[in-house]
């Protein structure tokens, strides 16, 4: 008599382990997108960009960086842009041209076309020592 009803109790205990499954995986789900829905508003306002090259023009209204493929990119600065010299943080300088920079710009749609807008530049105020020429050869 026992044996039949065992099985019963063996279905009864899969559906309910089914059920468990089931609701694991819509709550994982549900997880998932919220997390994805929560993430994407933040990718949409970062509109920043970042500039790395040398300075090879400069004025109070943008700077022109030659980047390491060779572009030439021009960046508009104002009065809220930020200056930071990484290699004397205790000196307040301007950036000069030669000097290697990252600059930190938005990107601003305006009538002409799209213009970026420094944020923030970080720059190196000390110049590249030449490499140290070989010695001659003593014959």
Known sequence: MWQQYRPIVAITHASTWIEERRFTMWLRLIVTFTCLFMLA???ALSADQHVLGTITAIDATHVEI????GQLVNVQVDKKTRY???????KVTMPEVGNRVVIMAEKIEKKGGN?????AIHFSSAKRVPA???????H
């Open 41 to 43: 508003p933040n990718a």
């Open 66 to 69: 030659k980047t390491a493929m």
């Open 84 to 90: 930071k010299d990484e290699s004397n943080s205790k």
């Open 115 to 119: 213009v970026l807008a420094a944020t």
């Open 132 to 138: 140290p020429t070989p010695p001659a050869p003593v």
